[in-house]
């Protein structure tokens, strides 16, 4: 699996230690909205709680979407902020019915902790697989992961036309003048059921 090790918002990629940490917590917030029906708060003194990063939480069966909710700006510390993204995933995706028990054994969750988002470059020095992109333009937005355009086989075109339709505007809101293009990186890693 691809993992590229990008800055974070606190300038530090995270550790093996804290990943496992991160994949853990995802799969128990999970599960206890799941199984439990329980929005779980993150246990005292968890190693990312001195964190404060944006990050998404990616759900996936067998290579197929299930759920993906991030937030640009933290939910206070990183441990609270995947919680939040997690059962958010699971639940709160408007493209999906809730995640179900008897589809947890196949759930992969993968975390991407993002950058600061800053002004984009010129599009041409977009770069596909290393920048993720936000369009904000009269009063709609849209954001894609930088793995998206990887998994997908996107090239830079397709991957600017596939956010600017996400965002629910026609290709040509990339030169409006009151469009704002945002780009940042991700740490990126994923984990299996246990």
């Keep these: 699996m691809h993992q590229r090790r990008e ?8 550790g093996p230690g804290e990943r496992s940490a991160a994949l853990a917590l995802v799969r128990q917030a999970v599960e206890a909205l799941v199984l439990e029906g329980r929005r779980m708060e993150p246990p005292e003194g968890h190693p990312l709680s001195p964190r404060r990063c944006a990050a998404f939480v990616t759900l996936s069966i067998g290579g197929r979407l299930r759920g993906c909710i991030g937030l640009l700006e ?3 510390s990183l441990d609270q902020t995947l919680v939040h993204c997690a059962i958010a995933a699971a639940a709160e995706d408007r493209r999906f ?6 589809e947890l054994p196949g ?4 975390i991407s902790i993002l950058s600061p988002l800053r002004p984009a470059p010129p599009i041409e020095e977009i770069e596909v697989g290393r920048h993720g992109v936000l369009l904000q333009a009269r009063g709609r937005q849209g954001l894609l992961l930088p793995q998206v355009p990887v998994e997908q086989g996107w090239d830079r075109g397709t991957y600017l036309e596939n956010l600017c339709r996400k965002a ?3 290709r040509e809101a990339l030169k409006w003048p009151d469009s704002r293009l945002w780009v940042f990186t991700a740490e990126v890693f994923a984990g299996e059921a246990p």
Excluded at 107 to 110: K, T, V
Aim: net charge negative; aromatic share 0%; hydrophobic share 35%.
């Design 107 to 110: 759930l992969r969750c993968e």
């Design 168 to 170: 629910g505007l026609p």
């Design 97 to 102: 019915p809730p995640v179900s028990a008897r």
């Design 74 to 76: 933290p939910a206070g």
């Design 7 to 14: 800055e974070t918002a606190d300038g530090m990629p995270l």
